[in-house]
């Protein structure tokens, strides 16, 4: 059974930094993608990144420069250094698994199979 536990939440300040962690466990394709998602209030789930199984890379616009997704495929975690955090980037974020398309991942929630509970980002201005 896949299980996905986000963790490293909390409340910042505008242009401060958090870091989240994902630990995935009971995951076993060989070619995998794991991203992270977020929603805000009244909005929709929007992707933000993702991370294949050779380590390449995928950033919605709105984060690029300022996020890093990375993983410890040792520990079986999924990371987001998120820094420079704006009010906007306020929503629960969820940790994602799924399997690459045509060797590539994407940030469409429809591509993910199993998702994390969820892990409250608060930044204030």
């Known amino acids: 059974q896949v299980q996905l536990v986000e963790s490293g939440g909390g409340s910042v300040q505008a242009g401060g930094s958090l870091r989240l962690s994902c630990a995935a466990s009971?995951?076993?394709?060989?070619?995998?993608?794991m991203g992270w998602f977020r929603q805000a209030p009244g909005k929709e789930r929007e992707g933000v990144t993702a991370?294949?199984?050779?380590?390449?890379?995928v950033y919605t616009r709105f984060v690029k420069g300022r996020f890093t997704v990375s993983k410890d495929n040792a520990q079986d975690t999924l990371y987001l250094q998120m820094n420079d955090l704006k009010p906007e980037a306020t929503a629960i974020y969820y940790c994602?698994?799924?399997?690459?398309?045509?060797?590539?991942?994407?940030?469409?929630?429809?591509?993910?199979?199993?998702w994390g509970q969820g892990t409250q980002v608060t930044v204030s201005s």
């Open positions: 991370i294949d199984t050779a380590g390449g890379t």
């Open positions: 009971g995951y076993h394709y060989s070619r995998y993608c």
């Open positions: 994602a698994a799924g399997r690459e398309i045509g060797g590539a991942c994407y940030l469409s929630a429809s591509t993910y199979n199993y």
